[in-house]
């Protein structure tokens, strides 16, 4: 689960960026907001590619998720891309666990049924 939603992560970082550099061009908006704003999204990004396995992480994740729509707000193609990377979040966290539970079962299965080593006697 965490490459998938690492890598949706990412994504959504660069994609932040770009709607920074879009915001800038907004009147209403001081381009401190915009790039303190941006950035606070950037880097909560890469601080979730490492915490997405721990309890919450998938949460501040769908927080983010919903951030990133309702940024649609001041850069309107965002209620498109935040939709997309909310169905990718979807698909990073429920697929990531299935394979996870895969991984699990085949290592479940390999253990089981190697045989313990012992040394010889002699």
Request: one cysteine or more.
């Amino acid at each position: 689960m965490r490459t998938l939603c690492s890598s949706t992560l990412i994504g959504e970082f660069f994609i932040i960026g770009f709607a920074g550099l879009v915001a800038m061009k907004d009147p209403d908006l001081s381009t401190t907001t915009v790039w303190l704003v941006s950035g606070i999204a950037m880097v909560l990004c890469v601080l979730l590619c490492g915490m997405v396995t721990r309890p919450g992480g998938v949460a501040l994740g769908w927080a983010l998720q919903l951030a990133l729509v309702a940024s649609g707000v001041f850069v309107p193609t965002m209620y498109f891309m935040g939709a997309v990377f909310a169905a990718l979040w979807w698909a990073s966290v429920h697929y990531g666990r299935k394979v996870d539970e895969a991984k699990a079962r085949f290592a479940a299965r390999t253990e089981s049924t190697s045989s313990p080593t012992t040394p010889d006697a002699a």
